[in-house]
């Protein structure tokens, strides 16, 4: 039987810069794109050293990749495929140190260059429905280093099972569904709320946009911030005891209603859920609010199930790496 045998040769960086390749993620982030970046926020080394601060950047960006990992084992797998090559044998130490001396500038760098609909920039690639980009709104905690750098801005969480063990960090970002790529996120101590943090998404909304939210971001102050940007909402409120009284100005032909929330004009929709679990049906009420008040345009029955796409927000959580130190 003829034998068939596929080869494949990649082009990486020379000298000390070897180990920054990084195949498709390469691609992604370009050589010069990272070079951009340090020479904007002053980064540059002016000397060559062992670690120059491309491939540190890549170190981290591996980082990311290999988040259960500590340094010194993503330098492994940053040099696995460069044998023959003269590539240096950092000690974890070393890898730390130069960590530091980047900083958070260039990352910062990259993110704008990077966030957006497509992650590559203001190109608005994502779910349509009606036009509308549809993303989503959302919070997570994250774990960092005990190091005393962090302990200054970042506390640990108290609470049962004795709290957490490491100081947390609070991330809200805003999601483009369907891609999963972070258009805009902020963070910071986890005394701040995540509707303060939501608020500062502001400036990463425009007109054209859809943003999906849960119960957590029920508030009449945000909804009107949000509403402000020029984009839809649509967003779920809470009920029973802690629901807030909604006015009614007016009903509509698909069973929602016009009213009243944070000086925006809203539609009010209501849904009865019903889940098929190991021990049986399980049925739920819900409400939601959206500012698309056209019912023939977008009737109830539509909205309640494209709520559904704020999941996808749940499926790109992102996770803090190794020892880094976190510039609020």
């Avoid at 370009?30 to 670690?51: H, I, K, S, Y």
């Amino acid at each position: 039987m003829d034998q068939c045998v596929i080869t494949r040769t990649s082009t990486v960086a020379s000298g000390r810069f070897a180990p920054g390749h990084l195949g498709e993620l390469t691609q992604q982030i370009p050589f010069e794109m990272v070079d951009a970046a340090l020479a904007a926020t002053g980064r540059l080394q002016a000397r060559v050293r062992a670690l120059p601060a491309r491939v540190v950047v890549y170190l981290v960006l591996a980082g990311c990749l290999f988040a259960e990992l500590g340094y010194g084992q993503v330098w492994q797998r940053l040099a696995a495929g460069l044998q023959g090559l003269p590539v240096v044998a950092p000690t974890a130490s070393a890898l730390t140190q130069a960590r530091r001396r980047l900083g958070s500038a260039p990352f910062q760098a990259l993110f704008a260059l990077l966030a957006g609909p497509g992650g590559a920039g203001p190109a608005a690639v994502g779910v349509r429905v009606g036009g509308l980009l549809v993303c989503a709104i959302d919070g997570t905690t994250m774990s960092v280093a005990d190091t005393p750098a962090n302990l200054t801005t970042f506390a640990k969480q108290p609470g049962h099972h004795g709290g957490s063990g490491y100081p947390l960090v609070r991330l809200v970002a805003l999601v483009a569904c369907g891609t999963r790529t972070v258009i805009d996120a902020v963070f910071g101590p986890i005394a701040t709320g995540e509707l303060a943090y939501a608020g500062r998404l502001c400036a990463g909304l425009r007109a054209g946009m859809l943003v999906l939210a849960d119960r957590n971001f029920d508030s009449a102050g945000l909804i009107g911030a949000l509403a402000a940007s020029g984009a839809q909402l649509l967003i779920r409120c809470k009920t029973g005891t802690t629901a807030r009284r909604l006015p009614l100005l007016g009903c509509l032909p698909d069973g929602s209603w016009l009213s009243l929330v944070g000086g925006v004009k809203v539609r009010v929709l209501h849904a009865q859920i019903t889940i098929a679990t190991a021990t049986g049906e399980r049925t739920g009420d819900y409400r939601l609010v959206t500012t698309l008040l056209d019912a023939r345009a977008w009737p109830a029955a539509m909205l309640v199930a494209l709520y559904h796409q704020r999941w996808e927000i749940e499926m790109c959580q992102p996770r803090c790496t190794h020892g880094c130190e976190v510039a609020a």
